[in-house]
């Protein structure tokens, strides 16, 4: 029995940790998230281990704030973490990276072979003064002829927001990039 409960209760602190959260009734999480996040835990990783959203986490995290006496309330241990070391590559690395875009490797390649992500590579590459085209995802970069055509052709960008479900900042990026002149913000145009 007792090797039972060896297997039910997790050796690892961190582990333990986030079974205390799990456990914890709503009114005592948002404190101990707060303190949590205070002790160097990403939202991200809260989130992924109590199966809730990001924003959810945040908007707990900021109830946490203003909770009355949250001092008086008994949090979870937090184990010791290390941090997380900024990725810094050599000379060497950076000159091999350089090469291999130059080649025609693509930024997510890239990535997958230093374990970084493709916004990493291209910020690596442009403080090595590479020019890299801006970062989009494969929806809008397919969807971006068919937004400028529509937008010469009458659409305005709320209506193009509404129907590819792309935000209103990021359709009008597409059509600055595609050097096209907009028209004022409530203004149609006009069919002759």
């Known amino acids: 029995m007792a090797d039972q409960a060896a297997e039910t209760q ?50 707990r995290i900021s109830v946490g704030r203003y909770t009355p006496s949250a001092s008086s309330i008994a949090v979870p241990e937090l184990p010791d973490r290390p941090r997380q070391r900024k990725f810094e590559p050599s000379a060497e690395a950076i000159a091999r990276l350089v090469m291999d875009y130059q080649d025609g490797a693509s930024l997510p390649e890239l990535g997958a072979r230093l374990g970084l992500s493709k916004r990493a590579v291209a910020r690596i590459l442009a403080n090595a003064a590479i020019e890299v085209p801006p970062l989009r995802s494969e929806a809008v970069t397919a969807a971006a002829p068919g937004i400028v055509n529509r937008y010469l052709a009458g659409d305005s960008i709320p209506d193009l927001v509404a129907s590819t479900g792309i935000s209103y900042s990021t359709v009008r990026r597409v059509l600055l990039d595609a050097e ?12 002759v």
């Open 180 to 191: 096209v002149q907009l028209r004022p913000r409530n203004g149609r145009a006009k069919h």
């Open 10 to 59: 997790p050796s690892d602190p961190r582990a333990q940790f986030l079974e205390a959260l799990r456990q914890l009734p709503s009114y005592r999480l948002n404190t101990a998230l707060l303190a949590a996040h205070e002790a160097g835990w990403r939202v991200t990783e809260l989130g992924r281990a109590l199966g809730v959203s990001y924003e959810r986490i945040q908007q």
